[in-house]
């Protein structure tokens, strides 16, 4: 019997995703203060976590329940691709490597993948859709920040094969909604993707060492002082 996963996912993180952007480089990134060396080094670790989600969705394509959430047009590798180009050179590929945790974050989707690849759904959402609900947002903000071009870095925000954003995520929920799981399962798939959450904040905190070499302890403090509410929340499927 199917249930109503897609809701269930949107209400049980919404803690996660708060919390998450309350970490300081996100709430510094939010305010309009980037630094361009932590920034494509956030870029190179996104590489490596979409390379180990997209393998392991291409190698259960037929999977009932994993199958039908791995919509292509999200695919960000190939666009991740292009950013490191831009931002390491066409060398690009030796001079990369993943951050511990974008290491912790990619041996996770491997190891659920192995052993219970269902909860792959709660890393899909927690990463594809917020990618895609504050897409435009987060390229402006990093645009005018580092002084871009309006594609150069930044293609990882642009998805060019969903020109109806509203439309997509209401047959996302659909799909969600649809999957032949128990509420036992839906459980899983929640809690797995409040995991997703802290592998990403483990991520963002490993910039911050970074970001207040940049800018100073003392305005990294003032950015980072107040918590705020969850911005993106609103806008998230």
Known sequence: MAVALA????????????????????????KGVVDKASYRTLVADLYFVYSAMEEEFGKLRDHPVVGPVGFPELNRRDSLEQDLAFYFGSDWRSAVQPTPGAQQYVDRLHQVARECPELL???????????????????????????????????????????????????YRAVLDSLPIDQAMADRIVEEANQAFHLNMVMFQELEGNLIAAIGKVLFGFLTRRQRAGSTEAVAA
């Open 7 to 30: 809701s269930q996912l949107r209400e049980g993180t919404k803690k996660a995703h708060t919390m998450a952007e309350n970490t300081g480089f996100v709430s510094c990134f939010l």
């Open 121 to 171: 759904v709660g890393h899909h959402y927690t990463r594809y859709i917020g990618d895609l609900s504050g897409g435009q947002i987060l390229k402006n903000i990093a645009q005018k920040a580092m002084n871009l071009g309006e594609h150069d870095g930044l293609r990882f925000y642009e998805f060019d094969a969903i020109p109806d954003e509203k439309g997509f995520k209401a047959n």
